[in-house]
């Protein structure tokens, strides 16, 4: 499987993962810097698992505020590390290690459940040559869609944690009974054979916040609000040009920037810096999150991942959303009659 013929799947597996990225690889996905210091917390009494560890320090590092939320995920950890030091490496073979990581329960929890299915119908098949599957496109799609779909599922739970902080907001807003940003998620048109883009959808959001007249294709009103009306308009132009067509990522310093210019024509250039403070982490982390499902999407299509297996992972987020919601003890309406 590639994209036009250059890039092989293969370059995109990555080494000694089961469901939780190394904290580099997640990080780098969603454009944020590495943490100072250690990057690896271990317990010399459990079996080591680097994956465990890092994730482990972004959990008491405050990556979620509700206790049940770290709790959950804290339980899916030790669930990955017994699956990787105790049942893996008690079997033998290549296929009776794949054979159980795709009917772990973890697969289904954290992973992409239509991959997955896909990957258990082709083990069931008589006379498998175990070499031939071991190197198949059909494993490494299958492992990439449910390293990814880890990802969504942890940004579904972020948004939720998130909103439950501003619960009173999100009620003054009416978007209590909303699966927020799945806006910003990227759908694919069958008919013209195009993928939305987050970003632009994004940005044109940030604008009609801006009070900037009717959305332009090139920016021009939101580079203006950013700059007022300095010499650096045509700058900033390119720069969000670069970020809507996935030519550059933006720097925290610039995104930033951005969200202040936005945000002081909201709140008036006499708001305080609480106000600003509050709101620029929940436009900066929107922002993030539809510039990340941009940048996997670019990826996963750039592998030569197909569409419809590409739409399998960003469908997670609505399940994973609802499911965060349930555990923390707000499920939406089309959840409370199950609970």
Known sequence: MTAGGTVPLQEAAVEGTLFFLPLPQLLELLNLPLPAGPSELSEASAPYWPAHAQWQRLLADGLFEHPAARDYWQRRLEEERTLACQLLPELDSGLDKLRCLAHSPLATELGCPPAGERLRRHLQTPEIDADTLLESELVLESRLADVFAVALRLAAWRVVDLSLQHWELL??????????????????????????????GYLAHLATLGGCPEPQP???????????????VLARERLLGDWREGRRRPTALALT??????????????????DLALNRQLLCESFRFAESCAYLQR?????????????????????????????????????????
């Open 299 to 339: 990826t996963l299509s750039r592998l030569g991942m197909a569409d419809g297996a590409i739409a399998e992972i960003f469908a997670v987020y609505r399940l994973e959303y609802c499911r965060a919601r349930a555990v923390l003890d707000r499920p939406l309406p089309e959840d409370r009659g199950r609970l």
């Open 171 to 200: 009620n003054q807003n009416g978007e209590q009974d909303e699966v927020l940003l799945e806006t910003f998620l990227p759908t694919f048109d069958s008919a013209s054979g195009q993928w939305s883009n987050p970003v632009e």
């Open 218 to 232: 090139d920016g021009s009103g939101l580079a203006r609000l950013w700059t007022g009306e300095g010499a650096n």
């Open 257 to 274: 920037g951005l969200m202040d210019a936005v945000l002081r024509r909201i709140l008036g250039e006499g708001s305080g810096e609480g």
